[in-house]
C-alpha cells in the first residue's frame, strides 16, 4: 500500500518520443570509441586470458579428480 502512495505522489518527466530521440543522439555523441588497435589488443588479451583461465581449471579439474579417486581407491 506504501508503495502505491509514493507511486502517485512522484512525477515523472514527460517526454515526447521525438525528444528522447535527441535525448539520445545527443548522448552517442559523448562516446568516446575505442579505435581499431585498442579493440584488436583488447580482443587479443581476452582470448589470451580465457586459454589461461581453461588451462588453470583444467589442471586443477585433474587433480582433484586424482585425490577423489585415489580417496574412494583407498576405502576399498
Known amino acids: 500500500m506504501r508503495m ?3 507511486k502517485r505522489n ?5 517526454t515526447s518520443p521525438i525528444e ?3 535525448q539520445v543522439k545527443a548522448e552517442v ?5 575505442p579505435s581499431r588497435k585498442e579493440t584488436t589488443v583488447s580482443t587479443i588479451a581476452v582470448f589470451i586470458m580465457v586459454a589461461l583461465a581453461s588451462t ?8 582433484l579428480a586424482l585425490v577423489v579417486n585415489f580417496i574412494l581407491d583407498f576405502g576399498q
Open 56 to 63: 588453470f581449471l583444467f589442471f586443477a579439474d585433474q587433480l
Open 10 to 14: 512522484k512525477k515523472m518527466a514527460k
Open 29 to 33: 555523441k559523448k562516446v568516446t570509441w
Open 20 to 22: 528522447f530521440v535527441n
Open 4 to 6: 502505491t502512495a509514493l
